[in-house]
């Protein structure tokens, strides 16, 4: 359990936490390879949210899970991202959250993604939680929480020490 004073300083304006959904970069479930692989190079990102049409989190698309598809024995063979839809590639098997103030499941999934999707109780995709949003709010809690509570008597024993 994370102590209160702690959670408190990482959650001050944890709407601004998140990341809506409306600026998320995302492909659609129906598109092809062709497009997601296009969509990923040009936003530079690793990987992103695959929506359906009426925007449920459906799943998560890679470029490694695209290029792997894309090459054959002794080439590179893009021509194959075009017959391949998303839902054929993507990664099914993955964590979102609906409550965007769990710290503790939000640390915990943060230590092996870049990023964990937040969708409301209907799984309509809301936005994302970045690992490098939470390190900033840990950035400041070091620098910055001395400030905000007194930590007198601990750095008096550690003097002593």
């Not at 408190?8 to 129906?30: C, F, G, Q, T, Y």
């Not at 990102?45 to 449920?56: E, G, N």
């Not at 709010?137 to 750095?155: G, M």
């Amino acid at each position: 359990m994370i102590d209160e004073p702690i959670k408190k300083m990482i959650l001050a304006d944890h709407d601004n936490l998140i990341i809506p959904a409306n600026l998320v970069a995302n492909v659609m479930v129906s598109n092809d390879c062709y497009h997601a692989f296009l969509v990923l190079t040009k936003v530079g990102y690793s990987k992103v949210p695959v929506l359906d049409r009426d925007q449920h989190l459906c799943g998560l698309i890679s470029l490694s899970m695209i290029t792997e598809h894309m090459l054959d024995l002794n080439h590179v063979a893009p021509e194959n991202l075009r017959r391949l839809k998303v839902q054929d590639v993507m990664q099914t098997d993955f964590r979102s959250i609906e409550d965007p103030t769990d710290l503790e499941e939000i640390m915990h999934l943060l230590i092996d993604e870049n990023f964990v999707p937040v969708v409301s109780d209907e799984q309509t995709f809301t936005g994302i939680i970045t690992r490098r949003e939470l390190l900033k709010r840990v950035n400041y809690l070091a620098h910055n929480f001395s400030e905000q509570y007194d930590v007198s008597e601990i750095r008096d024993s550690i003097n002593e020490s």
